[in-house]
């Protein structure tokens, strides 16, 4: 399959996130990630980006009655950054989730802006 972007993860929140979800989970948070990677148009039930959230999008996963999300963004445009995952119980997307994907994003350009 022909990538249009690359799917990598900052640090280890995502594969911590990851590695408490059931194989199915996983497999298909892979089918998800392989979609933001081989999609042009990525539909907006994978992907969406956050109201109010700088440049911060969820990757949406759901399975059943259950509902994962997995924060992002993007960095040049055809590199997607993954960030914190969580189980979402709530209509909303918790604050503190949102809070938590911003000061990860913004370490990222901070440790990326460094190594220039």
Not at 51 to 66: M, P, Q, Y
Not at 93 to 113: G, Q, S
Request: a positive charge; glycine letters at 4%.
């Amino acid at each position: 399959m022909n990538k249009v972007r690359e799917v990598i993860a900052f640090e280890n929140h995502f594969e911590d996130f990851l590695q408490k979800q059931p194989v199915k989970v996983q497999n298909k948070i892979f089918k998800i990630i392989e979609a933001i990677e081989t999609l042009e148009r990525v539909p907006s039930n994978y992907l969406k980006s956050i109201t109010g959230a700088d440049g911060l999008f969820e990757a949406r996963i759901k399975l059943g009655s259950n509902i994962w999300r997995v924060f992002c963004f993007f960095d040049k445009g055809k590199l997607v950054i993954l960030l914190n995952g969580f189980t979402k119980k709530t209509k909303k997307t918790p604050k503190n989730e949102i809070n938590k994907a911003e000061i990860l994003m913004a370490k990222y350009y901070e440790i990326k802006n460094k190594k220039r």
